[in-house]
């Protein structure tokens, strides 16, 4: 039988296997190698290239595939290494407030940083999120502050739930390394006191109605009701620019005026990033009409917000399926 990849087909006999429609093969497992390759690399673009390359290679290595393990685990073990060879060299991805740096006063000036390549959200419709927990923007943040050889061990071990013996053969090294880098990699993220164990399940009816309050406040840029929505020791970034702040009061006066939208001027339209609630908040431009403006990414804690970042990458619109305008009659709703 023969079956098509990108502009070539591949002709294979004898047993059946998945290998043998590998346009199947893509759609079972594009999602969650989605998944895999976003939490190594931080960053939805890359991913999503990375993906590719490894069914490219899959394709191209097909006919040598001996089956000594699932098709699975060695698409995995294909991507892992695709990921590695594209983090060679490069700098982890951070958020502003991973820098190092204090939290500022709404009236500091703003500094923005286009050379830092930023984490960025990743579409849930994407990915699979059977294990939303390692897919939290806080955890993939966590992450990114891991050597790379070291963050594979960790997703290896503690998403996958691969042996110590499985990891060190898909990296080439021994199993006493893998489990010194397992330990090395949960002091890092223990340190940080950033673990996927903080996992928030399904909305219920007081979050529901939180979201509802927040998008209506922003669109009536009603300040009091944003910082009452928020905890009072709440954090708020916002890349490329390098500022975050933390404190209600201190984020309701930044978007009260640092944010140029005024009533009725900044509708929302609600999507889900990293397994967490988020919105796309747009802008009235001077003939009436709303462009993209920033993706706010929430961290819901109880009935109260606890921490936003919103990403100042309007590409990120088009990745979530948000439309790129909205016309001037249009009116959010909760």
Sequence with gaps: MSTTFGNETMTTSGTTTELDDFDGLTARYQRELMAHCYRMSGSVHEAEDLVQETFLRAWKASASFEGRSSVRTWLYRIA??????????????????????????????????????????????????????????AFVAALQH???RQRAVLVLRDVLRWSAAETAD????????????????????????LTADTVVEDLDDRQRRLLDRYLEAF???????????????????????TNWYRGATTIGELIGTQCPGGVNEMPMIETVANGQ??????????????????????HLEGDKVRHVTAFFDTRLFKTFGLPDRLPADHVPTA
Excluded at 102 to 111: F, H, I, P, T
Excluded at 219 to 237: C, E, F, N, P, R
Aim: overall charge negative.
């Design 80 to 137: 892992t290494n695709v990921c590695l060879t594209n983090l060679e060299g490069k700098p982890r991805r951070p958020l502003p407030a991973g820098l190092g740096t204090s939290d500022q006063l709404a009236g500091d000036a703003l500094e923005e940083n286009h050379e830092i390549a930023w984490l960025e959200p990743v579409p849930d419709a994407a990915v699979v999120v059977a294990e939303r927990d390692t897919l939290r923007l």
């Design 146 to 148: 891991l050597p790379a």
């Design 219 to 241: 669109w009536a840029k009603d300040i009091d009701t944003i910082v009452s929505l928020l905890k009072h020791d709440a954090t708020w970034d916002m890349p490329p620019f």
């Design 277 to 298: 609630p988020a919105f796309g908040l747009y802008m009235r431009m001077p003939d009436g009409h709303f462009d993209p403006f920033h993706l706010q990414v929430l």
């Design 170 to 193: 898909t990296l080439d090294t021994t199993v006493a390394a893998v489990n010194s880098a397992l330990q090395r990699a949960h002091a890092q993220l223990g340190e940080r006191a």
